[in-house]
């Protein structure tokens, strides 16, 4: 199973695909509030991450995500697979 | 400092339209001289936004059974059925659809999006597994919200990435409830029921399907998209409503599995809301007669469809989903959008203006929809004037690529 670490890692090179260049990806980004990504934007970045670590968030889980280290642990705890 | 102040961006976004000379929120319609034509600020226009499919708002004998209806019960019930009693209307609407769609239980609820409330949150409760369209109708999602069930999104209307999501499931308890619509509202296109079907099956789960759009539409009675891909049988509970192709207000639940009716006394948004007005439950049901006598409505209305959407197909316009009474012409940015429908509204056409995020690409649409009451001619002007338009703004054949 990946670290919190790798799956960081692995949100971070993707999200930095969806903004502009030079914008600072960390831990602690606010995924909506920092980065200015639209609801729908995010819920197919979900999706997309999902199918990487074989998992399924519910929407409850995806409501309460904030920052970059919330959806790592949500999908570390839901027992992320390698990423593919 | 108000209270409003969390609304700003939303403001922002409201008078950026306006700025461009669209303001959709503000179209009143002050006449309407049939199913197909009203007046907006005095001018006339041709209606080709509404959900009338069979062009039955302005029916002779919908409107004069809904009129017998108000003269006999009253303007309203003031009340739930459970704390205020049922009306005949209520019942006799209950057991003709049942009998329409071959179902032993049906309920009628105050509006689809109530019906649609319901069932997500009380048919699935807590430690069940909802799994959900993701391009599903608000009034899914907001049903999904109120109960306790936990909610998977799956990708639009695609039977593999549903599969995957059942198979992450194996192994929890609980029920899983799969809801998927006959045809999705922004592009019409249709659910691929047959493949949806097979998952179901396999994964030993339910599955509603939300018919609102393809009530009266699809099939070949006109019982949606699950008669249309003959897996009625497959269907655990049908959703629909009255307010699109039987041209009123209402919803319904049906289904097969007994015991259904105790939902009467679990349903929250059927047992606390003041129930359907007699006199809308009688119009509803004249048009649910007329659909069953006369099914040349549906003929009539998929060959306005063909014509509308092949007019501008030819044009070469892009278009999303497929050929149906819903055609949206899909443009690549809001400004654009906006001015295309505000100069058609001008031209005395009105159709819809959908924008991000309510669309389910992140692509403004031009959403129109075709009825059976429209006429050849009134056809061929929206088409022309939809072309003119589109010509002047620039917004044909820049995206030729229809991935639906």
């Given at each position: 199973m990946p670290t919190e670490a790798e799956i960081t890692e692995t949100i971070v090179i993707r999200l930095r695909a969806l903004v502009p260049p030079g914008v600072e990806i960390g831990p602690q980004t606010s995924i909506m509030g920092d980065l200015g990504l639209d609801s729908l934007t995010v819920m197919n970045f979900v999706m997309w991450l999902e199918d990487v670590f074989d998992v399924s968030l519910p929407m409850d889980r995806i409501v309460e995500m904030e920052t970059v280290a919330d959806l790592a642990r949500a999908l570390q705890s839901l027992g992320a697979k390698e990423a593919s | 400092m108000s209270i409003l102040d969390k609304f700003e961006a939303l403001r922002h976004a409201h008078e950026a339209l306006q700025e461009l000379g669209a303001d959709p929120f503000a179209v009143c319609f002050d006449s309407v001289a049939s199913a197909t034509e009203g007046t907006v600020a005095g001018r006339p226009v041709l209606i080709f936004?509404?959900?009338?499919y069979l062009g039955l708002t302005c029916d002779p004998e919908v409107v004069a059974r809904g009129v017998s209806a108000l003269r006999a019960f009253g303007s309203g019930t003031t009340g739930s059925r459970i704390a205020n009693g049922t009306y005949l209307g209520h019942r006799t609407l209950e057991t003709r659809l049942a009998a329409f769609f071959g179902r032993r239980n049906a309920m009628v609820f105050t509006t689809g999006y109530q019906a649609n409330l319901a069932m997500m949150s009380t048919l699935a409760g807590r430690g069940d597994h909802l799994l959900v369209d993701a391009d599903s109708h608000a009034s899914i999602y907001d049903g999904c919200r109120l109960g306790a069930a936990e909610v998977i999104r799956f990708r639009h209307n695609d039977p593999t990435d549903l599969a995957r999501r059942l198979r992450r499931l194996e192994g929890e308890a609980g029920d899983r409830l799969i809801v998927v619509e006959g045809i999705y509202s922004m592009l019409g296109d249709r659910a691929r029921l047959a493949e949806i079907v097979e998952i179901k099956r396999a994964a030993g789960a339910c599955l509603l399907v939300d018919e609102a759009h393809a009530f009266g539409v699809l099939g070949e009675n006109g019982r949606g998209a699950a008669e249309e891909a003959c897996v009625e049988a497959d269907v655990d509970v049908i959703v629909g409503t009255f307010?699109?192709?039987?041209g009123g207000i209402g919803g319904f639940a049906l289904s097969d599995l007994p015991g259904f009716d105790v939902l009467r006394l679990a349903c929250r948004p059927y047992m606390f809301t003041a129930s359907l007005p007699p006199s809308v439950a009688a119009a509803a049901l004249a048009a649910l007669e007329r659909i069953e006598r006369t099914p040349s409505l549906r003929r009539t209305l998929h060959a306005n469809a063909r014509r509308f959407y092949d007019g501008l197909a030819a044009a070469g316009f892009a278009l999303g989903g497929e050929a149906g009474p819903i055609v949206s012409i899909r443009l690549s940015d809001t400004p654009t959008a906006a001015r295309f429908w505000a100069a058609l509204l001008e031209a005395g056409v009105y159709v819809n203006l959908a924008l991000p995020p309510a669309t389910p690409t992140l692509e403004p649409l031009l959403r129109c929809s075709v009825t059976a009451a429209h006429t050849t001619a009134q056809i061929d002007y929206a088409v022309e004037t939809a072309v003119a338009v589109g010509s002047h703004l620039g917004a044909i054949g820049e995206r030729r690529s229809i991935d639906g």
């Open positions: - | 936004g509404s959900n009338n307010s699109k192709s039987l």
